[in-house]
Structure formats: structure tokens, C-alpha cells
């Protein structure tokens, strides 16, 4: 009993001590895609919680993947090799701080030639960091944004429970779609996300779509967890495992500009 005592703190500890490393921002208080280049992790996940980047691409392949001057291009093919279990090419982040006002803008062209139909298509997700210490499984994005067949969809799973799981058969992380908007191919549309992470009453999300507000809700916004979301953005097809539905053999999607800030506006309890 001792040693299996010694065993949890240590995990205690191990855990604790990471949750302060990635808690914390490691982007400036406002960061811009043109900044991007340099500032990414070059040699994994390790170097990414080192520090030794403020971001990670998550691609298989020369075609992954382009930049030139802020804009990027992301593609995924279904014949490309799995990347972290899944079709995925995404830029991936450290964790931003939880009971913080921080605001993303997301400027995001579809090509001309998208062909609907297929599986959901992921473009920008803000993953839970699940508590592996209470021995938690994987949990759907807190908040997502992906193009379905022909429309924008946005969902967001938010979890009061210190630790994620099953009971009496109902999973204690509640997911909801929040709003759908059209999606045209060829169009280009601005997302603004003003979010605040927590698991309490004193969350907050509101969504824009070209500047015209189209979501406001204030509550819990995230999971319980020792360490905030983190996020992703790119492109994501997770349903090419199980849908065999005809569609596009390939997705791209080009962001034309990316920016981050914190602290961006004042809470709505503040005059």
C-alpha cells in the first residue's frame, strides 16, 4: 500500500508539474501567421513542451503543407499514410491559459472545386488535455469548426466532473452543436472565436462569421482538466477510417491569416 501511496504523488507531481509548463501561453500577446515560420517545433512533441518551439505541423508528406508569406495551404489525401492515428495535416499548438479573454480570427478559403459529400471535414479544433493521471480516455473537442456536405458546423463539449467518464452508461462530457452557417466552394469567410476556458458558470464563447455575430454563451466552456485546450488548425478527416461514401480523394484548404491574443477583451462581469 505504501509504494502504491509513493507511486500516486510522484504521478501526482509529474502531472502537476506539466500542467504548470503548458498552462502557460507560450504565444506573445498577439501572434499573427506571418509570425508562424519561426516559432515552430522542428523536432516533435518533446521540443514542442521544451519550448524549443510555440508550435508543431503534424504531416505525413511533401504535399502536407505550404506557406508563403502567412498564407497556408493544408491537404490530406486518403491515400496518404495515417499521422497520429488519422488523416490529418494540422498545425498544433501548447495549451493556452484557462480564466483568460482570448480571441482567434481565422480567415479561410475553400477551394473552387470542392465536391461535397464524404465525411466531415475538420478545419480548427480545440482539444482537451485529458487528465492521464485519473487514467481519462479521449474526449471530443471542446470546440470545433468543420465543413459538412455544404455547411459550417461548430460544436463544443464542455464536462463539470473532475474526471471524464461512463456512468450509468452517460458520458459526464456533454457535446452540442452550437450553429451551422452556409459554405459556398470558393468563398473565403472570417471566424472570430472570444473564448475564456473554464469548467465553471464564468466561461464564455462568442462566435463571428464576416464580423456578424452569430453565437453568445456564457457558462462552462471546457473539461475539468489540470491543463487548458490547446489548438489545431488545418485539415482533418477522421471519418475516412469508417465512411466509405463517395466524395473528394483529397481535401485542401488554404488560411489566408491566423492571429492569437490574449487578454483581447474585457470580461462580461467588468465595467
Known sequence: MRIGAVILTLLAIYAAGLGVLLRQSTLSPAASSAQLPEMMARNGL???????????????????????????????????????????????????????????GFTISVPADWLP?????????????????????GRSPVLKLVI???????????????RSQLVDGQRTAQTRELLRSPMRPGETADWRFDVIWSADEDGLVRI?????????????????????????????????KFDD???????????????????????????
Open 208 to 240: 463571428y462569421r464576416d464580423g456578424v455575430p452569430l453565437f453568445t454563451q456564457t457558462g462552462p466552456t471546457a473539461h475539468r482538466d489540470l491543463i487548458a485546450p490547446y489548438l489545431k488548425y488545418g485539415v482533418y478527416v477522421p471519418g475516412w
Open 245 to 271: 461514401t463517395p466524395g473528394s480523394p483529397e481535401r485542401r484548404i488554404r488560411f489566408d491569416a491566423v492571429s492569437m491574443e490574449m487578454d483581447a477583451f474585457e470580461r462580461p462581469d467588468e465595467p
Open 148 to 162: 459538412a456536405r455544404d455547411e459550417w458546423i461548430v460544436t463544443a463539449s464542455t464536462d463539470t466532473a473532475l
Open 117 to 137: 459529400g464524404g465525411p466531415a471535414v475538420t478545419v480548427v479544433q480545440w482539444h482537451a488535455a485529458r487528465d492521464r493521471h485519473l487514467l481519462e480516455g
Open 46 to 104: 518533446l521540443s514542442l513542451f521544451m519550448k524549443r518551439g510555440h508550435y508543431l505541423l503534424q504531416t505525413c508528406c511533401e504535399h502536407s503543407y505550404s506557406d508563403e508569406d502567412g498564407t497556408q495551404w493544408f491537404e490530406v489525401r486518403r491515400a496518404d499514410p495515417p499521422v497520429e492515428g488519422s488523416w490529418r495535416a494540422e498545425t498544433r499548438f501548447l495549451s493556452h491559459p484557462f480564466d483568460r479573454a482570448l480571441r482567434f
